[in-house]
């Protein structure tokens, strides 16, 4: 499966992006998916993560309430909607995808086996 995020920019606090995440090279539905970010100087980091029928999701809690994350398996896409965005969500996000996903280690980057290239938000104060 490859993968190829895209949607990243400069915003100002409290302003909103929507990153996309398109995969090709598999049967999208069987793979749960995932948003990592990593900033800079930081270890990477769980976003958010959806499972194949986009019927399961989880999120840290420092996004919860301001972003959304979803899938279109007709397109083989996936989302995130990042609302009310602070500077501390300024990283590099990757997106992610895992053939044996489980909501429970949705969290666990070491379990994706297929990760798109990343793409860059800052947020600016």
């Known amino acids: 499966v490859q993968l190829q995020a895209s949607g990243g920019g400069v915003v100002q606090a409290g302003g909103s992006l929507r990153l996309s995440c398109a995969a090709s090279g598999g049967t999208f539905s069987n793979y749960g998916m995932g948003w990592f970010r990593q900033a800079p100087g930081k270890e990477r980091e769980f976003v958010a993560a959806i499972g194949g029928s986009g019927d399961n999701t989880r999120y840290v809690d420092s996004v919860k309430g301001r972003f959304a994350i979803s899938r279109d398996n007709a397109k083989n896409m996936v989302y995130l909607q990042m609302n009310s965005l602070k500077p501390e969500d300024t990283a590099v996000y990757y997106c992610?995808?895992?053939?044996?996903?489980?909501?429970?280690?949705?969290?666990?980057?070491?379990?994706?086996?297929?990760w798109g290239q990343g793409t860059l938000v800052t947020v600016s104060s």
């Open positions: 992610a995808a895992d053939r044996r996903w489980h909501i429970n280690r949705a969290a666990i980057s070491r379990d994706y086996d297929f």
